[in-house]
């Protein structure tokens, strides 16, 4: 991956980078928030990797004050919409996704 992003980030390049991303499960960092998050709603790591994979962008991507792209993506699994609001962004290694959230509605 390349360690710069395009400006403006598109919503197809986000989904692209996300896509790929959602390969190397090394490049994915969960946050406090979305680890305590994904417990209480019953999603798994693999729900997760699903909807990096197979969603669709609903929401974003715009760039926040610190430089990261958020982003709200959506799939259906097992049934029940399920919504990841995730950051793309980059480090000396090159880009990461931060889980920010997850969002299990009742289907």
């Given at each position: 991956?390349?360690?710069?992003?395009?400006?403006?980030?598109?919503?197809?390049?986000?989904?692209?980078?996300?896509?790929?991303?959602?390969?190397?499960?090394?490049?994915?960092?969960y946050?406090?928030?979305?680890?305590a998050?994904?417990i209480?709603?019953?999603?798994?790591?693999?729900?997760?990797?699903?909807?990096?994979?197979?969603?669709?962008?609903?929401?974003?991507?715009?760039?926040?004050?610190?430089?990261?792209?958020?982003?709200?993506?959506?799939?259906?699994?097992?049934?029940?919409?399920l919504?990841?609001?995730?950051?793309?962004?980059?480090?000396?290694?090159?880009?990461?996704?931060v889980?920010?959230?997850?969002?299990?509605?009742?289907?």
């Open positions: 991956m390349s360690l710069l992003l395009p400006f403006p980030l598109t919503q197809k390049k986000a989904l692209e980078i996300i896509r790929a991303l959602s390969q190397v499960s090394e490049r994915i960092f946050s406090p928030h979305a680890k998050r994904m209480e709603r019953g999603v798994s790591m693999p729900d997760v990797m699903d909807c990096l994979g197979k969603g669709l962008i609903r929401e974003g991507p715009y760039q926040q004050p610190g430089g990261d792209w958020r982003f709200t993506i959506s799939w259906f699994r097992a049934g029940s919409p919504e990841i609001v995730g950051a793309i962004d980059v480090d000396d290694e090159g880009t990461f996704l889980i920010v959230t997850t969002i299990k509605k009742k289907g």
